[in-house]
């Protein structure tokens, strides 16, 4: 029985998943982004091609127009420099802004918008060698170590088997004009570049599956787990009755403490008691702002007596405001006509009390 307990067979709960993700733990497959970043770079390399090409000619006709050789200054090297890195910056740019912007599109695609500032937080075990030579031969981390393998061993077979369909034809263009075997080397080279990107789909498709199965099987729960939680977020039955009883013994002494403010209490008249109070300019109809029975009802009486509040004995009209009303709701049509009668014989007897003097 304790072995069933310990085992983890139940499905990671929704609260669980939630303070994972709210720790930065979440399901995200690198290979995926990876695949995702390298489309778009090489997608952008093709498009840009001829940009880069015009820039860098550009860049190489200035240059050779300089004439270093005769007349180099410290000056001329800083701009050479300058330069440089303009060009740089004109053909690199596209590239690192589709990177980026595709790394955070690929994240958000997986996790959506994630904000964990736990991540952020500096813990002693992420700095603890003890830990880190766990995590070095942790099987997450052997698991790595083989899909890297699996990658590298997909990369170099279809490299082989590309280039082994062309090596004829490859061999031949070393021989040609030095424009025509530019054209073929980037022809091969893209197609050579499509083959392995085709490949690395797969294996990132098959990483998403995998990283999926393994965070689900990371955050399994144990039955005692499950029952733990249900009872850390419901709350156990014990404390549930004493959080009832609480809020009905605060209810009860607001009620007792809105009786002096009440212009009728109709009973049954040993069991029950009911609280009546009407404002002709605030209320539609006479409302219940109290109902007890057995002991309670008692006190409901004593505390009507104590401070002259009207008790009336209507044993039908009492059982069916107990069984029909709640408290803080008004007389129903119904029963209107019987409360009003007995409203109406309260407020004649304290006007000829008044008048008495």
């Known amino acids: 029985m304790s072995d069933d307990q310990g085992e983890k067979t139940e499905e990671p709960s929704q609260h669980k ?39 860098i000619s550009e860049y190489i006709e200035w240059l050779y127009g300089l004439e270093i050789k005769r007349a180099y200054t410290e000056e001329l090297g800083r701009r050479i420099f300058k330069e440089t890195m303009v060009m740089a910056g004109k053909c690199l740019a596209p590239v690192f802004i589709t990177s980026a912007a595709l790394g955070f599109l690929a ?83 893209f197609k050579l570049a499509l083959s392995i990107l085709g490949g690395l789909v797969v294996v990132a498709i098959g990483d ?61 008249p040993t069991h029950i008691s009911i609280v009546v109070k009407y404002d002709g300019e605030t209320m539609v109809a006479p409302e219940i702002i109290g109902k007890c029975q057995d002991h309670l009802a008692l006190r409901i009486r004593e505390i009507a007596k104590e401070n002259d509040v009207p008790i009336v004995e209507n044993v039908p009209l009492a059982r069916a405001l107990y069984k029909t009303v709640d408290v803080g709701q008004g007389v129903p049509r119904s029963l209107y006509k019987a409360v009003a009668e007995i409203l109406a014989f309260v407020y004649k007897v304290k006007k000829k009390k008044k008048a008495l003097g």
């Open 17 to 55: 998943l939630d303070e994972a993700r709210k720790k930065g733990d979440v399901a995200s497959s690198k290979e995926f982004n990876s695949i995702f970043i390298l489309t778009g770079v090489l997608s952008v390399l093709v498009m840009s091609s001829l940009y880069m090409f015009e820039i």
């Open 107 to 189: 994240q958000v695609m997986q996790v959506g918008i994630l904000y964990a500032p736990d991540v952020l937080q500096l813990k002693p075990d992420r700095i603890n060698p003890l830990q880190g030579f766990k995590r070095i031969f942790s099987k997450k981390a052997l698991v790595e170590v083989l899909k890297g393998l699996f990658k590298f061993s997909i990369v170099l077979g279809i490299t082989y088997v590309v280039i082994s369909d062309n090596l004829t034809s490859f061999t031949g263009f070393l021989h040609t004009e030095a424009a025509e075997s530019f054209s073929y080397g980037k022809t091969f080279a």
């Open 208 to 268: 998403f599956a995998w990283e999926k199965y393994a965070y689900k099987e990371k955050h399994r729960m144990t039955k005692q787990q499950v029952k733990e939680e249900h009872k850390e977020r419901e709350g156990s039955p014990e404390i549930k009755q004493k959080i009832r009883a609480i809020q009905r013994d605060m209810a009860t002494k607001r009620m007792m403490s809105d009786i002096p403010q009440a212009d009728v209490v109709i009973t049954n």
